[in-house]
């Protein structure tokens, strides 16, 4: 199973960005979140979505980001708007690889992608 992100970038406060993350394999069936490591922190839960549409977000995104997923291409995107700088770091996706509910705990996840850096600059 192969994740592989696109997006990030360098965007102003207040500005919108988003990510997207491929998946190869039978995982893409699964749960798919995007977690976020910002320098010196522990990586956090940010946003997962079942197969069905059913999503859940940390609190501290909700109503400025939105996870979607493209069953037939196999695509999870990260729709991120209202940024801030407390918003930088580095966003991974993940991939559960059993059929579990959404998680928000990082070891229910198998697979993840290389990470992509999201700077907000104030």
């Known amino acids: 199973v192969q994740l592989q992100p696109s997006g990030g970038g360098v965007v102003q406060a207040g500005g919108s960005l988003s990510l997207s993350c491929t998946a190869s394999?039978?995982?893409?069936?699964?749960?798919l979140g995007w977690f976020r490591q910002a320098p010196g922190k522990d990586r956090d839960f940010v946003a997962a979505?079942?197969?069905?549409?059913?999503?859940a977000y940390a609190h501290f995104v909700t109503g400025r980001f939105t996870i979607s997923r493209d069953n037939a291409k196999n695509t999870v995107s990260l729709q991120m708007q209202k940024l801030k700088p407390e918003d930088t770091a580095v966003y991974y996706c993940?991939?559960?690889?059993?059929?579990?509910?959404?998680?928000?705990?990082?070891?229910?996840?198998?697979?993840w992608g290389q990470g992509t850096l999201v700077t907000v600059s104030s």
């Open positions: 993940a991939a559960r690889s059993d059929n579990g509910a959404i998680s928000s705990a990082q070891y229910a996840y198998d697979y």
């Open positions: 979505i079942a197969r069905s549409g059913a999503s």
């Open positions: 394999g039978d995982a893409f069936n699964n749960v």
